[in-house]
Nanobody
């Protein structure tokens, strides 16, 4: 059973930076494509970023391109989301998600339906 646990959320001022982490357990990490999604209060879940199993491919949502960076360390079973130039509209609960693959491959997914494992979320609040 794959488990994901996010950390690193908190309160930050507009223009600041924050780094989220998501630690995985229960499966071979380099066979899990990972993604970050967020959900603001009263809104649906939004795709933020995704990274392939060995980090060779990344994809970003339009609202975060050029500001956020997704990366992963397969030796630590952890995926990161570096968030820079934060804006109040980035305020949301951030979720990491995983899609387990059966073969060694490089894939990225930007729709939540593709992911079968989710963390509990970590809240990010950006003040103006």
């Amino acid at each position: 059973q794959v488990l994901l646990e996010e950390s690193g959320g908190g309160l930050v001022q507009s223009g600041g930076s924050l780094r989220l982490s998501c630690a995985a357990s229960g499966y071979t990490f380099n066979r899990i494509a990972m993604g970050w999604f967020r959900q603001a209060s009263g809104k649906g879940r939004e795709f933020v970023a995704a990274i392939s199993e060995n980090g060779g491919i990344t994809r970003y949502g339009d609202s975060v391109k050029g500001r956020f960076i997704i990366s992963r360390d397969n030796t630590r079973n952890t995926v990161y989301l570096q968030m820079n130039s934060l804006k109040p509209e980035d305020t949301a609960v951030y979720y990491c998600a995983g899609r387990v693959t059966q073969t060694y491959t490089e894939t990225v997914w930007s729709t939540e339906e593709r992911y079968g494992v989710w963390g509990q979320g970590t809240a990010v609040n950006v003040s103006s």
